[in-house]
């Protein structure tokens, strides 16, 4: 697979990673160890050298199973972890308080078996640290060894620059995709400008974009897509007129919907670096493929054009988590 870097930074990953979140936590119950360890090590021998994950996986949880899938070859990839929720609950709220962030660092290296967090992330702003302390606890684990570079989740404009300002940010994370496009407002300007990678989670639509979800979909109790406006069953309803759309594109190009989608992101910019994540190993390959694929000028018209078609029906999050997004 071809490599991408990461904005200015020295940080050289695969052109998709993979997210590993719903191995453990989010989409339902978590994945068997040893399964998950196999999809982890498999995704690494098809070329895959960046992999994301966080204490508030589980919690701690998926942290633990990507560090035994990756040990065996820890030199060769690059692992993105995050701290920002206390005890690393996100029910419990937000915690980055520098202390917290030693703790969750010291943590982590243990969990992942490493001596060093290739990228950590800030997993939410913090509304009561003060970015420049948040900025400064990294750059002081960044001084002592244990964290290679600083990065920030769903951050807004304004944190972004006034961390940048304390330490470099190599990569932004948050959610982009071909039915949720925001980050081209504001965003993608400001990491233009700075020289920041940027890293969509999600760029699958939440699985929507694959075509495989439809108004009768039923997921289990502890999915958290039951609790997103966007997958009510009426809203799914109306967005399948998107997918529908975009198969067509994609079955003219002889590729499936879900590699549409991830060839469009890698066409947008060549600092963007998407993490689709999944539990199966058939989906893991397919989206391998999408790394491949190339899109001319016209079919990227043509996609474009028929995302302007269909406007999207729902929020992407319920209102309390909407809250944490932008700061």
Same mark, same amino acid.
């Given at each position: 697979m071809k490599t991408r870097? =990461?904005?200015r930074s020295d940080l050289h990953v695969s052109a998709l990673g993979l997210g590993c979140m719903g191995l453990s936590y989010g989409y339902g119950p978590a994945t068997d160890t040893a399964e998950a360890v196999q999809l982890i090590?498999?995704?690494? &021998? %098809?070329?895959?050298t960046f992999f994301d994950t966080a204490e508030?996986?589980?919690?701690? +949880?998926? &942290? %633990? +199973? +990507?560090?035994e899938a990756l040990a065996p070859f820890r030199?060769?990839?690059v692992i993105a972890t995050k701290f920002g929720f206390r005890e690393g609950s996100i029910a419990k709220g =937000?915690? %980055?308080?520098?202390?917290?962030?030693?703790?969750?660092a010291e943590a982590a290296l243990k969990r992942l078996r490493t001596d060093r967090i290739d990228l950590l992330y800030q997993h939410r702003v913090d509304p009561e640290v003060p970015m420049e302390e948040v900025a400064g606890a990294v750059k002081d684990l960044i001084r002592e060894g244990k964290v290679r570079h600083f990065g920030l989740s769903e951050a807004g404009v304004d944190s972004?620059?006034?961390a940048?300002?304390?330490?470099?940010?190599?990569? +932004?994370? %948050?959610?982009y995709s071909l039915w949720w496009r925001e980050p081209e407002k504001d965003i993608l300007p400001v990491l233009q400008e700075l020289g920041i990678g940027f890293v969509p989670f999600s760029p699958l639509g939440k699985g929507f974009l694959t075509g495989a979800i439809d108004a009768q979909t039923h997921f289990g109790a502890s999915d958290f897509r039951n609790t997103v406006p966007r997958f009510a069953p &009426?809203?799914?309803?109306?967005n399948r007129a998107l997918v529908d759309v975009l198969a067509g594109i994609a079955a003219q190009k002889g590729v499936t919907p879900a590699q549409l989608a991830l060839a469009w992101l890698l066409a947008q910019e060549p600092w963007i670096v998407p993490i689709p994540g999944t539990t199966k190993l058939s989906r893991l390959q397919e989206n391998i493929g999408a790394a491949a694929v190339v899109l001319s000028p016209d079919e990227l018209t043509a996609i474009e054009a028929a995302v302007m078609r269909v406007p999207v029906q729902g929020a992407r999050y319920p209102a309390a988590l909407q809250k944490l997004v932008g700061r």
């Open positions: 870097q =990461l904005g090590r498999t995704a690494f &021998e %098809s070329g895959i508030a996986y589980g919690p701690f +949880v998926n &942290e %633990s +199973v +990507v560090g030199d060769a990839v =937000l915690d %980055s308080r520098p202390e917290r962030i030693r703790q969750v972004i620059r006034r940048h300002a304390v330490q470099p940010v190599a990569a +932004v994370q %948050s959610e &009426e809203a799914r309803a109306a």
